[in-house]
């Protein structure tokens, strides 16, 4: 461990992460060990991360692991939060050439209402 922060409330929390992140960091991993629901989305929702390990070891788990999904990578995506072009892990499947054969389908083109309805509604 190299740094403990104190925070006085998870908001508080959050603060300072999202301050750490927007000097270095960003779009990287965030990690917290809670089984308050809201708190996790919290962060998967509102700070720059591409990954919220959850109840794991962090040094372990987000270069991914057998029990948690993530491939196993040792370099890690920080999307467009961390200037990369992509927020996975890399693995081999970024190594692959893919051939895709496409043909045409039926067009499909939303509409306004089908894209905003619920923004236009609140806020128009």
Not at 4 to 9: G, H
Not at 61 to 86: E, H, V
Request: glycine letters at 8%; charged letters at 15%.
């Amino acid at each position: 461990m190299l740094t403990v922060y104190r925070a006085l409330n998870f908001a508080q929390a959050c603060a300072i992460v999202e301050g750490i992140y927007s000097y270095q960091g960003a779009g990287h991993s965030v990690s917290i060990h809670s089984n308050d629901s809201e708190h996790i989305l919290r962060l998967g929702l509102e700070l720059p991360v591409c990954r919220v390990i959850v109840n794991q070891s962090p040094c372990f788990a987000t270069g991914g692991n057998f029990d948690n999904g993530l491939p196993f990578s040792l370099s890690l995506g920080c999307g467009t939060w961390g200037r990369n072009n992509f927020s996975d892990n890399l693995n081999y499947m970024h190594y692959l050439n893919i051939t895709r054969i496409v043909r045409k389908i039926p067009e499909r083109i939303p509409t306004e209402q089908e894209i905003f309805g619920d923004y236009l509604l609140k806020f128009s």
